[in-house]
């Protein structure tokens, strides 16, 4: 899950599609600080992949929920860049390593 806070306190989040893809509807605009955890929905089914997704990505943990982002990532300061949301339809990797 891909988590956005913008300066005033409003949130967005969206899922992780199993290509890495995600969507946030309707995100707060302006420098939002980005958090990326791992998080079952209940109800959903578990992301589905290649078995050696985990490899392609150091330091992730597999798990039965999926593969699971590196746990630094679900917290404030977490040193991923803050982004900056215009409005529209706008493109942001965010680079994850171990």
């Known amino acids: 899950m891909v988590v956005l806070t913008g ?10 599609g199993p290509d890495g893809t995600y969507i946030l509807p309707n ?3 302006g420098e ?4 990326v955890k791992g998080m ?3 109800g959903m089914a578990a992301p589905t992949g290649p078995k050696d997704a985990a490899a392609k990505m150091p330091g992730v943990v ?9 746990a630094k990532y ?8 803050k982004v900056n ?3 529209g339809k706008q ?8």
């Open 85 to 87: 949301i215009t409005g």
């Open 74 to 81: 679900a917290q404030a300061n977490n040193g991923l860049a």
């Open 27 to 29: 995100p707060p605009k």
């Open 32 to 35: 939002c600080t980005v958090i």
């Open 7 to 16: 300066s005033d306190g409003k949130t967005a989040q969206g899922l992780i």
């Open 40 to 42: 079952m929905v209940p």
């Open 62 to 70: 597999e798990s039965k929920k999926g593969v699971e982002p590196p």
């Open 91 to 98: 493109t942001h990797n965010i680079e994850l390593t171990p």
